[in-house]
């Protein structure tokens, strides 16, 4: 007999599993649960957009597609962007369609980081950040933000984490799991410091479409940031096409071409049919999006709002589909708090020390279910509140 840990990677055995996970495990055993966890939209990919991959299915078109994506995809992202950012991407040289965004995430990295190196993760921050970070060799340093200031970076703290070691930092505006939004003001003081210490930026925009008081603002769009971030997103989120597993990396040609390499030899292609969709979302998705928008932003309100009127303090969050109230005043812990309102009240939350040091004492919940739920969901934690207060 074998003994596999003699076999397997250090750094792998290191890792620690997804802290989601285990409450999304623990939830699907029990009936009755009103799942706040899940960090994706509860609308069904639109019809048009279905129907087009079945039209490519029919006819045929099932072989490898170029390593980079169709160009008449990359060529949509292009114009997409162009609108979003007012930057125009080269869709031959420029443009990368990958295996949804968690992909792009790690083929960034992989493509900057020596070993050694250190990248900045600003926290509350989405669970793999870190470990993909660690996966390529580079070390994470996390940055704190704190509830009372709505969970914002701070530039002094930014700079008081940068080295000599420094090669990046990891940006996420919209953010999971805060919903916090960064302006444009907000942005360029981060990007002084950036181009002070010759830093690269992956900014993850993901959530991008979903933005409810202000117009959003692409790090990519502040003065001399263009050549100096990578820009990662996909169609999960804001298009609801979460399984068809879709994004892209928008950077430079030669940052782009570096990542090009990892994309041939580890995946070689996203699915054919998959770019395909793609192609129809960003033809005539708008319309889909904006009512889709509409919907969470109204959950938002009301959410956000019992929240608050339960004694869960929770700012606005300004994007996304999360709300991260704290649950402080219950003297639990978060993983206590998340544990037992599951047990008690059938309601899973996440608890917000998986995302980092600073999530500790807020849980994240997702608004990403119907308002009946919603309302149910606030009803179940006020008992749980209650009992504990």
Not at 76 to 93: F, G
Not at 206 to 214: G, M
Not at 326 to 344: D, G, H, P, V
Request: hydrophobic share 40%; aromatic share 8%.
């Amino acid at each position: 007999m074998i003994e596999p840990s003699y076999y397997l990677s250090n750094i792998v055995q290191e890792l620690k599993p997804s802290g989601i996970r285990k409450f999304f495990d623990l939830a699907a055993g029990m009936e009755g649960v009103i799942s706040l966890g899940v960090g994706e939209p509860d609308f069904v990919t639109p019809w048009n957009v279905r129907e087009a991959c079945i039209l490519s299915l029919e006819q045929g078109y099932t072989s490898y597609t170029a390593n980079a994506g169709l160009i008449e995809l990359r060529k949509e992202i292009s114009h997409y962007l162009k609108n979003l950012t007012n930057i125009e991407y080269n869709p031959h040289n420029q443009v990368l369609v990958t295996v949804g965004g968690s992909q792009a995430l790690d083929i960034s990295l992989r493509a900057i980081v020596n070993p050694g190196d250190e990248v900045i993760v600003i926290e509350p921050s989405f669970v793999s950040y870190a470990s993909l970070v660690t996966l390529a060799g580079g070390i994470p340093v996390p940055v704190q933000t704190t509830g009372d200031m709505e969970f914002k970076l701070q530039p002094e703290e930014l700079e008081k984490a940068i080295t000599e070691k420094t090669k990046a930092i990891i940006l996420c505006s919209p953010n999971n799991p805060t919903g916090t939004c960064l302006n444009k003001k907000e942005l360029e003081m981060i990007a002084e410091i950036i181009e002070k210490y010759d830093l690269l930026v992956i900014s993850d925009e993901i959530y991008a479409e979903l933005t409810y008081d202000e117009a959003y603002t692409s790090f990519v769009s502040i003065k001399g940031m263009e050549e100096r971030t990578i820009l990662v997103s996909g169609f999960s989120k804001g298009f609801a096409m979460t399984g068809w597993r879709l994004g892209y990396i928008a950077a430079n040609p030669e940052f782009l071409n570096a990542m090009l390499k990892i994309h041939q030899y580890s995946m070689m292609c996203a699915p054919t049919m998959a770019q395909y969709a793609a192609i129809e979302a960003m033809k005539n998705g708008k319309e889909d999006v904006i009512h889709m928008k509409k919907s969470y932003r109204q959950r938002r309100n009301l959410f956000v709002g019992a929240l608050n009127d339960i004694g869960l303090t929770c700012h606005v969050p300004g994007g996304a589909f999360y709300a991260f109230p704290s649950i402080q005043k219950t003297n639990l812990t978060s993983e206590e708090f998340a544990e037992q309102l599951l047990m008690e009240e059938k309601v899973a939350v996440v608890p917000g020390n998986v995302f980092g040091k600073s999530g500790e004492g807020f849980v994240r919940c997702s608004y990403a279910s119907s308002l009946e739920q919603l309302q149910e969901a606030v009803r179940r934690m006020q008992r749980f509140v209650e009992s504990r207060t």
